[in-house]
């Protein structure tokens, strides 16, 4: 349950907190929440730091006798703050339960190393599945040293992405803010060359509050490895891929992907671009219904076994 309220915590640093992962914590004392907080801006205070700073004065005497839950592992080590980890050392809790260890480098265990050998008892693992779900963009950056890639296209009920080699607008007016709420939650976003000069998008932020990504156009021949590498050390840790079909089939036939957004709409035109054929190993996580556009959304396979 004290879990839980990390996550639902965590989830306010969406958009703020990165770069960094978004966590949550929460002290609790007996049946009773005595702190919470979580990462609201990234350079500003950690989860950890601002649920201490949230307990009253009259409830710092229970610390020695509370638990700390927390949905990723403390930090070890001084970045822009403090290590977490040695705040709670100083704090003197009993117990520390943590959702999911941290992939970056730099703590990876040591917290909850530094944790123990300060005597204080650690658990780790409570509901780690949703802990690593909640962080999938920051932990695919820095396990597999690329962005987490999102590939998202509009098709017709016949399967078309135009009209007959005609741009054509599937998305309702929702459906499209929709995308623009995507755009807004991504680092970068990328197209193809013809789609680039056939259509001119502007991939920017305009029906939603927040900031736009980079804007990427693939070149032909591009190597996809090492374009993603390069965005790795620029610190992009999601990338959207919003077509053509052949720069999103060259993502798929990569296995350089990690989730998939079809739109579907209840028209047809009879012939065009064939959308991308979806891999084996799509798995559907969402589905929903907006003005009769169905949304689908897909995740792999192999990532889902993992968390």
């Given at each position: ?15 703020n ?22 990462h ?9 730091v ?13 610390l ?22 040695d ?7 009993r ?22 050998e ?73 197209v ?10 502007q991939?920017?932020?305009?029906l939603?509050?927040?900031?736009s ?16 590498a390069?965005?790795?050390d ?12 052949v ?15 079809v739109e ?17 190993n ?21 990532d889902l076994?993992?968390i």
């Amino acid at each position: 349950m004290y879990m839980r309220r990390c996550l639902q915590l965590a989830a306010g640093g969406f958009i703020n907190a990165r770069p960094n992962p978004m966590v949550g914590a929460v002290i609790v004392c007996g049946d009773r929440i005595i702190g919470e907080g979580y990462h609201v801006r990234c350079g500003e205070g950690h989860a950890e730091v601002n649920a201490f700073a949230s307990v009253s004065t009259a409830d710092e005497v229970l610390l020695p006798r509370s638990t700390v839950y927390v949905s990723l592992e403390p930090c070890a080590h001084y970045g822009k703050t403090p290590p977490c980890a040695d705040l709670i050392v100083r704090k003197g809790v009993r117990r520390v339960v943590v959702g999911c260890t941290d992939p970056f480098a730099k703590v990876s265990g040591r917290g909850i190393q530094r944790i123990r050998e300060a005597g204080i008892e650690a658990t780790v693992g409570v509901l780690e599945r949703e802990c690593l779900d909640l962080n999938r963009r920051f932990i695919t950056f820095h396990s597999k040293g690329r962005p987490y890639i999102m590939l998202k296209w509009a098709q017709t009920a016949d399967g078309f992405i135009d009209d007959h080699g005609h741009a054509l607008a599937i998305s309702s007016p929702f459906t499209k803010m929709l995308v623009h709420r995507l755009r807004a939650e991504n680092d970068a976003i990328l197209v193809g060359r013809v789609t680039d000069e056939r259509e001119h998008p502007q991939l920017n932020v305009r029906l939603w509050h927040g900031r736009s990504p980079r804007r990427i156009v693939l070149g032909n021949g591009t190597d996809l490895h090492r374009l993603l590498a390069t965005l790795h050390d620029d610190n992009i840790q999601s990338l959207m891929v919003e077509g053509g079909a052949v720069t999103l089939r060259s993502f798929i036939s990569s296995g350089l992907w990690d989730e998939i957004r079809v739109e579907t709409s209840g028209m047809t035109v009879g012939g065009g671009t064939a959308a991308p054929q979806l891999p084996e190993n799509a798995v559907t996580v969402a589905d929903v219904t907006y003005d009769n556009n169905r949304i689908v959304t897909y995740r792999c396979a192999d990532d889902l076994t993992q968390i």
